[in-house]
């Protein structure tokens, strides 16, 4: 029985896939073919061979020392519409080289080469997109003209290779012949249904080599060897396919000999320092912690060789200081020893490492930013941020890894619907996860995400909220929570905390739990991770627009400036998404004009808690026991200047001079709330009411007010609205649209005190009734309840791809 593995690279593979490997001239695969064959030999390879792209040299080298080596090489060919196809081939001659690379252009004049010569070959990753030109017509022909096909491949994800197999396995002679018709292709023989599969760890960094093989009981001799498994007597065997912390921690070690390499001659000493970090980061060591004789030794070698003096220099600038005290950190070092013990196996430690350490570096590089933009000191924050570019390209490898394990869906469902009576369940789900920065806060995002989340959970379908909070109140199987790596305050708005997430673990989370699609609630840093979480895995994202953040800057900063950058970056990250919801026709025709095609734009269906709001709430002592003497006129929100509170004081002053009594009164809290209670020092504030007390409060009041122009839809509006209670509210935003449904209320001009108050007056004087009341409140439950909206909105976002 031998066993060989067949698809494995070595330092002469010098030209890399990734167009930013290549650009700093990074070679493939850094893996010496002595050591390339020692590790073969400890894996218990019976034949040895090296696949590099386009070049023999490497087995050659190998050949001369070793009897048990037979040449191989995997081929880049070409379709004449320019797709790229790689191609393994083995045991070849030297002569046969030149040849094979002479026709590689043409991969049908290639495959009929390799026929006469009778070479054995394969089909490398078949189901792979190499140049993004790839369709299920080219895998027709693939089976057309070749026998064999890679389906257990070491670095790529498993699920393509498995629908390929079973894709492979379904052929028949009848489908053959199909297939042959329609591609216009004679098949290579009569058993061209009957396919042999191969098996190749893939390796290019010299860590998993011999982990998958193809095995046959031969007779002894490579020829033999190949003889029995293109005459189907061969399978496949050993490990796992490819998966991100295999694939990240094969592209750290690249990286590392990388730098190693170019560090042998201009700095001996860095280079062996670096190699040290890369035998303990790979082996899922520590890779800061060196040991007193290591220490002692190193620093000898500085003191022999005179580099000691370029350790002796001071950092330079305050981004080489900052690193250097983060690494040098005791509890950074613990830390990392913590998450060593806790892994499974190096593999799964050194991809933790990884992920704590650019975790922890860009949240401290945001963290300055922040403090620095709360200075005024705008500058000085992009300089803190410019340090996100060295921290970004350590963590290239990370992001390389998943991206190469990312899925093309939508050609998967479409191969397997093509070739399969069953395709795999994993294809067909739709599985999507819904990313917030907001989830346990008392506000209308959170109120929308959680009533869509149930509404989701009762119509059986698969969703899954994904936040970041330190100490979530909301928890439960529809919501996941990842602790954050630390919170920052925004600027001018210092009780609004944001949670920087851990993004590596969110990344891995979507990765695992295969999710289809992508909903972002937030432009925040959570939200602002999903989005790139989505470029990197392919999936397609979608986004909500619930919040008028411009405005909000412009209220909070007074700088229209601070505004226009707002809006910059709103129209960048929302610019991104497949589709934009948006809560009221006035923003969807705010983002039409901003340049967003009206094909991309929807208004989100929205719902209330139906049950909670209706007047038969209604206490005639509710505020009465609170001190009010007069009718009630409420807000409920946020208390905040953004919502334009500072307006109400003068409308009040403008009532009491015309003779009107009422008690004005506050459910809610916020950072405008003690300068509020200065200006109205007679009026109720409650805080925050929940449950009962909140449908009770909005029942029993007698007029709701809402003067913001900054709310996109306005839930505590249509609450009001469903309590049976009239409302005023400006006119914009959101809330004059809800008031044009339904009727009992008045829409006035944004800062028209006069307005406001004969508004107001109206409805001081005339009350409506309990009939109107009860009437307004019945519309509103049936066009507003979350099951409805719910279902809407599921289906409005269609099939993900």
Known sequence: MSRVDLHLHSRYSDRPAEWVLRRIGCRQSYTDTEELYRKLSEAGMTWKTITDHDRIDGCLEMRERHPDVFVSEEVTTFFPDGCEIHLLVWNIREADHSCIQELAPSIEELAAFLRAKSIPHAVAHPLENLNGKFSPDHFEKLILLFRAFETADGSRPGLPQEIARLCLLALTPERIREMAQRQGIVPFDSECHRKIFVAGSNDHGGLSLGSLWTEVDDDGSIDGFFRRLFSGEGKTGGGEPGDPARVSLAFYNLGLQYAQERLRQSAPLAAALVQKIAERFVSGKNPTAFSFGERIGHLAEAVRSGQVFELLKPGEGTLVRSFAEFFTNAEVREEIDRIILRASVPADASFRVASYLVNQLVYRLVRGAVAQLGRGSVLEAFQSLAGLLPVT????????????????????????????????????????????????????????????????????????????????????????????????????????????????????????????????????????????????????????????????????????????????????????????????????????????????????????????????????????????????????????????????????????????????AFVGDGPYLPELKQILPEALFTGVLTGRELSEAYASADVFLFPSTTDTFGNAVLEAMASGVPVVVSDAGGPPELLGQFGMGRACRAGSREEWADAIAHFLIAPPSRAEREREAEAIRRAWNWERAFARFWESIGSPV
Request: charged share 25%.
């Open 393 to 664: 390209a350590a963590a290239a490898p990370h992001l390389l890894a998943f991206r190469r394990q990312c899925l093309d869906r939508g050609f998967l469902r479409d191969l397997s619907r093509r070739y399969l009576a069953t395709p795999p369940p994993e294809i067909l789900a739709c599985k999507r996860a819904w990313f917030t920065d907001t989830l346990d806060e008392v506000n209308g995002v959170t109120r929308t995400i959680q009533a869509m989340a149930r509404a989701a959970s009762e119509a059986g379908v698969d969703l899954t909220v994904v936040t970041s909070r330190t100490n979530p109140r909301v928890d439960g199987t529809l919501f996941r929570n990842f602790p954050p790596i630390g919170e920052f305050a925004i600027p001018e708005y210092e009780l609004q905390k944001l949670s920087f997430p851990p993004f590596f673990d969110l990344l891995e989370f979507v990765h695992k739990e295969r999710f289809t699609e992508l909903i972002v609630s937030t432009p925040g840093p959570v939200g602002l991770s999903a989005l790139a979480i989505g470029k990197v895995l392919g999936l397609r994202t979608v986004g909500i627009y619930h919040t008028d953040f411009p405005q909000y800057t412009r209220f909070l900063s007074q700088d229209p400036w601070m505004e226009g950058l707002a809006w910059s970056y709103m129209d960048w990250f929302y610019g991104q998404m497949a589709k934009t919801y948006v809560n009221s026709s006035a923003y969807l025709r705010s983002w039409r004009k901003r340049g967003l095609p009206e094909e991309k734009l929807a208004i989100l269906p929205r719902g209330i808690e139906v049950q909670a709001f209706h007047p038969s709430f209604r206490r005639a002592d509710f505020w009465k026991r609170r001190g009010a003497t007069a009718p009630v006129l409420l807000y409920v929100g946020r208390i905040s200047k953004e919502k334009e509170l500072g307006f109400l004081p003068t409308v009040s002053e403008l009532l009491r001079s015309r003779g009107f009594q009422f008690t004005l």
